[in-house]
């Protein structure tokens, strides 16, 4: 009777500490989760009374969960469409936290060079019309590497996901046709090809299946050692995708100032084209006005001590300009 | 309440028949005895505890018909819920939305044939090739294998039922594509590539590898209720059918196999449950390509893969509708697939019998 009187005590004791603490819950993309649960540790460990979690559950659910206010923040891969902002109850404001890249996948037997696409193969490939590896729109840009007379098997992601919207943004910039009749969202109606369920899924899938050809995260493939190809860019540059050439694709883009920006095909030499940001979805009169400026707080340090974690992570960080801007709409829209 | 359970209230009940070997036909049919007395032992005892006895009863009748009603109220929940979220497509494409092709998230544009499809398709090739398997290992196991070894094959079998799906899949793309690509695909081209259901270019991934993954799951589930069912024939039997100067293999034929294939239908329709609610395995394999394909080579989608891979990123309101509205078609074709395998244990056991399961 008194062991469980004590028992009693002690949960109670700790139920009250957890009480003490703030908790806030977010929602959202899965593509940044690793780098927001290393923030949001950290953060806890610099305040020990503020605890914030933090659900993957995907970029359509972070919206949904954010609108009916059920979160405090929510976290998207590709940002909200005018529809769906004139439709949310809740006012947010978009604030870019990182940026990732997409990069090209191959298996060719025989062929282990880093190839090199342009934007105009890459998009007939995946609409079907280029379906030999040694077609001359394919050799005549990798001089000196020898294909193979195969077929090309293309691969896409079988899941809704943030990289396919990149991909498919991409596409749809670079190829009329592609924006004509597939168009760009989470998921699409693949003109060709077979589906993998995730990074992992499409990496494998290209691993077994000589002749075949996938778009991958940057993160993915640099974490398992990937090889991938080269883009290329507006300036008519072929560019490897790195965390440099990532952060260049978002410095060459014009920022608007709700931060709802696409930069798939930006301008400038060095930047990679198949890149996005990564958005924070915060409420800008949030209903418990403590919790709001907790989340201010986090924001601030976020984009100034945060940015400096996202490298050993494999994300590429904002670049300064884009980080301060952040700041000021902070400061001034979101309450209190 | 006492009525369904006769065999087991006979006077003298020393080995309780079970319920799949009440028949046999070939024998002619073990009559449990209707008209005998029932339970007079719980008359006695009720005698002899006149007033305490009724009221415990009662209080256990009404949670036992708490916890049958509970599954009816579940359905119709899930039903409910299944209609009301997908309302928004159920109005906008109507009936069409189950034999549309379109798959369209941008225009949202949507269909569920390919879907419904791939999820039969897949299921009845997982069948077919799970089900003589399974039973052979059954018979194997309940009829022919030395005492060592009985317990090792049933323990791997089982063991089988144990590997989470991901693994099957992860399997599947790293092991069966790539023998299926390599062998298995040029050699069914080769010689049955006539037929049409081999043809066109071998990925290894497809119909083909979500069939086998998905037969591979299911054979334990069949293989375990089969053996089950069949040790459970009295030894009598097969001992009555030797004397009558059967072989072996007549023996099993006529005094195991037909006594036991009530629940034999029985497992093949769990497992057959299994395979068109199979997700992860299958979505990792079969390709994922919303497409009605005659060939088995081609990639498919199913069902289940598709809501479990759309939902968490769908974000527009019709897109989420749509989703809701497969999860809807699921359950009606479950429901059909249900009934059919009901109508096929009636037929089977000439209406006199209710199915085990």
């Known amino acids: 009777m008194i062991r469980s009187l004590r028992v009693l005590v002690c949960i109670a004791v700790l139920a009250s500490c957890a009480w003490a603490q703030t908790a806030l819950n977010g929602a959202g993309a899965t593509f940044p989760y690793p780098i927001y649960s290393k923030w949001f540790i950290e953060y806890h460990n610099l305040n020990s009374n503020i605890q914030i979690n933090y659900q993957s559950i995907g970029s359509g659910g972070g919206i949904r969960q954010v609108q009916a206010g059920t979160v405090d923040f929510g976290a998207t891969d590709g940002p909200m469409t005018d529809e769906q902002i004139a439709q949310s109850k809740v006012k947010v404001l978009h604030v870019p936290t990182v940026l990732g890249a997409v990069v090209p996948a191959y298996n060719i037997p025989g062929v282990n060079a880093e190839l090199k696409f342009t934007p105009d193969v890459l998009a007939d490939i995946y609409l079907g019309k280029l379906t030999k590896w040694n077609d001359p729109r394919i050799t005549k840009v990798n001089p000196g590497v020898n294909f193979p007379n195969q077929n090309i098997t293309v691969v896409h992601r079988s899941d809704g996901s943030g990289t396919s919207y990149i991909f498919t943004d991409y596409l749809s910039k670079v190829s009329p046709e592609w924006k004509s009749t597939v168009g760009k969202n989470t998921s699409v109606k693949w003109p060709v090809g077979i589906g993998g369920k995730g990074n992992e899924g499409v990496a494998g899938t290209i691993r077994q299946l000589p002749g075949s050809i996938g778009y991958i995260e940057l993160i993915y493939a640099l974490q398992n050692k990937i090889p991938f190809g080269l883009v290329q860019n507006s300036s008519h540059n072929f560019v490897k995708a790195s965390l440099e050439s990532t952060t260049a694709a978002a410095a060459g883009v014009k920022m608007p100032a709700d931060f709802r920006v696409s930069i798939t095909d930006p301008p400038g030499k060095d930047a990679y084209p198949i890149a996005s940001f990564t958005w924070l979805l915060i409420p800008t009169n949030p209903a418990d006005a403590n919790k709001g400026k907790i989340l201010k707080d986090f924001l601030f340090w976020m984009l100034d001590k945060g940015q400096t974690m996202v490298e050993a992570l494999s994300y590429a960080p904002l670049p300064k300009d884009i980080a301060a801007k952040e700041k000021a709409a902070i400061q001034s829209q979101v309450k209190p | ?357």
């Not at chain 2, 066109?200 to 053996?227: K, N, W």
């Open chain 2, 1 to 357: 309440m006492s009525d369904s359970v006769d065999p087991m209230n006979t006077p003298e009940p020393i080995e309780p028949l079970p319920k799949p070997v009440t028949s046999i036909p070939s024998l002619g049919k073990v009559e449990a005895p209707r008209s005998a007395p029932k339970s007079t032992v719980l008359q006695k005892i009720r005698q002899s505890h006149p007033s305490s006895s009724r009221i415990p009863d009662e209080i256990f009748r009404w949670i036992i018909l708490l916890s049958a009603v509970s599954v009816f109220a579940i359905v119709v929940l899930v039903v409910w819920k299944l209609v009301d979220k997908s309302r928004l497509s159920l109005h906008q494409f109507g009936i069409h939305f189950f034999y549309g092709h379109d798959w369209d998230p941008v225009n949202d544009s949507y269909g569920a044939m390919p879907f419904i499809y791939g999820t039969l398709v897949s299921s009845f090739l997982a069948l077919l090739l799970a089900v003589p398997l399974s039973v052979g290992v059954a018979v194997y196991i309940t009829e022919m294998c030395p005492q060592g070894l009985r317990a090792i094959i049933s323990f791997l079998v089982e063991l089988l039922a144990a590997i989470p799906s991901v693994i099957y899949g992860l399997w599947g793309i790293f092991v069966l594509a790539p023998l299926l690509r390599d062998y298995v695909q040029p050699f069914l081209a080769k010689t049955l590539g006539w037929t049409g259901f081999f043809s066109g270019p071998m990925y290894g991934l497809g119909m083909l590898a979500a069939g086998i993954i998905l037969a591979i799951m299911i054979v334990p589930v069949i293989a375990s209720i089969t053996r089950e069912v069949m040790s459970a024939v009295p030894q009598n039997q097969r001992e009555a059918v030797l004397a009558l100067g059967a072989t072996r293999w007549e023996m099993i034929r006529m005094g195991v196999l037909r006594n036991a294939r009530i629940g034999i239908v029985g497992g093949v329709i769990l497992g057959l449950g299994r395979a068109l609610g199979e997700t992860m395995a299958v979505t990792m394999v079969i390709g994922n390509r919303p497409e009605v394909a005659k060939s088995l080579f081609a990639p498919g989608y199913t069902m289940a893969s598709v809501i479990a891979n759309e939902f968490s990123e769908a974000t527009g309101d019709m897109y989420l509708s749509a989703l809701v509205e497969i999860g809807l078609a699921l359950f009606i074709v479950t429901l059909i697939v249900n009934a059919l395998a009901r109508l096929l244990v009636w037929s089977i056991t000439g209406g006199t019998a209710r199915p085990s399961v």
